[in-house]
């Protein structure tokens, strides 16, 4: 019978398999990275000779030559696109952490706000329900970058309602948890397609009815990670979703 692996042995095992998950993740950063570095050279060529042809012999192009011209300037900037959000979150686990006590809040509604700004002439109610009190130890900076994917899917998937609502509340739970949950009476998904969710260009409406590339909840998930917070999406019916947002370590400062 094997004997059983002291203290020592059991930490030499996990810190080894941290370094190896470490080395991998690394790896597969330097990959992206590579990939969507490398293949911006042809894709600029591709999307030049386009707007050269255009230029050149576009008033001699008709009917579906000048379709295929068109889809080809399109597609080469949707790809441009698409390896820019590649970028960004191989970057996301190489950014630092800087922690402080952040009054949750400000951040909320001033965020908000920011969203709100990129449409002003769409006006999305919204009904609060944050205790002023409540304050996090967190990354300032990157709080704010995945406060913005989730507010900002609220607002997006709610341009099609006649009549929109946006509910943000904050519970601070007897554990020390604070939870902060997003719902909206918008667009909603299938919550036979949720597996999606957080998948790389894992978009679930089409970019006709709604722009955008499906990174945003990857981006949100991956930033608040960093930080020891959790995020989960949840169909409601008839129509619209809750985004929540589970943080450790919250309390409660003084009014």
């Known amino acids: 019978m094997a ?24 790896s597969l950063q330097e990959f992206t990275y590579a990939v969507s570095h490398d293949l911006r ?9 386009a707007q050269l042809l255009e230029e050149e012999a576009g008033s001699q192009l008709q009917g579906e030559s000048a379709d295929f011209l068109r889809t080809i300037s399109a597609s080469a900037r949707h790809m441009g696109e698409l390896l820019d959000a590649l970028t960004g979150l191989s970057r996301i686990d190489g950014l630092p952490v800087q922690w402080s006590d952040v009054a949750l809040e400000p951040v909320l509604k001033d965020t908000w706000a920011e969203v709100q700004a990129t449409d002003p002439a769409r006006e999305v109610p919204v009904a609060w329900s944050v205790p002023s009190g409540a304050v996090l130890s967190t990354d300032p900076q990157l709080l704010r970058q995945a406060v913005l994917q989730v507010l900002g899917n609220a607002f997006k998937f709610t ?22 949950r997003v719902a909206d009476n918008g667009a909603g998904f299938n919550p036979a397609m949720h597996d999606k969710l957080f998948k790389v260009f894992g978009r679930l409406h089409t970019a006709k009815q709604f722009p955008g590339l499906g990174v945003g909840l990857l981006s949100a998930q991956r930033l608040l990670h960093k930080v020891g917070a959790r995020v989960s999406l949840t169909a409601i019916a008839p129509c619209g979703a809750v985004a929540e947002i589970r943080f450790q370590g919250a309390k409660e400062s003084p009014v």
């Open 3 to 26: 004997e059983p692996l002291s203290h020592q042995d059991l930490q030499q095992r996990v810190d080894a398999l941290e370094a190896e998950l470490a080395a991998s993740r690394a």
């Open 41 to 49: 050279a042809p894709l600029r060529h591709l999307v030049s000779f």
């Open 159 to 180: 341009a099609r309602t006649p009549q929109p609502q946006v509910q943000v509340t904050v519970d601070l739970e007897p554990g020390g948890d604070l939870v902060c």
